[in-house]
């Protein structure tokens, strides 16, 4: 039921350090629910596991929301995204608090 991609040349080699994850499949509102709750913990704790293969995910304490919802022709689309800042490949957001900058 999931789909791991990366951005890759002809050779299959990888273009950049872009990584993406995606879950995508036909589910019903409990599997649904089941999902959402599921990264709803894992934001709320800091840490979201997107499966075995990945590394956990590491969610800085501040970040950007984003709640979409679409109609078009015979379609409808409801779309949640989290988006954050990253320097030297850890969440912004975490390196401002451990240099005191944490915003209290």
């Known amino acids: 039921?999931?789909?791991?991609?990366?951005?890759?040349?002809?050779?299959?080699?990888?273009?950049n350090d872009d990584e993406e994850f995606e879950l995508e499949g036909e589910m019903d509102r409990e599997q649904g629910a089941?999902?959402?709750?599921r990264l709803a913990d894992g934001v709320e704790s800091g840490t979201v596991e997107l499966d075995d293969e990945e590394e956990p995910v590491t969610v800085p304490e501040r970040f950007e929301v984003e709640v979409e919802f679409e109609e078009e022709?015979?379609?409808?689309?409801?779309?949640?995204?989290?988006?954050?800042?990253?320097?030297?490949?850890?969440?912004?957001?975490?390196?401002?608090?451990?240099?005191?900058?944490?915003?209290?």
């Open 73 to 104: 022709n015979d379609e409808r689309e409801l779309e949640v995204e989290f988006e954050w800042s990253t320097e030297d490949g850890e969440s912004a957001a975490e390196g401002d608090e451990e240099a005191g900058d944490g915003g209290e």
């Open 34 to 37: 089941a999902v959402l709750r």
């Open 1 to 15: 039921m999931s789909d791991r991609s990366h951005e890759a040349d002809e050779e299959g080699e990888p273009e």
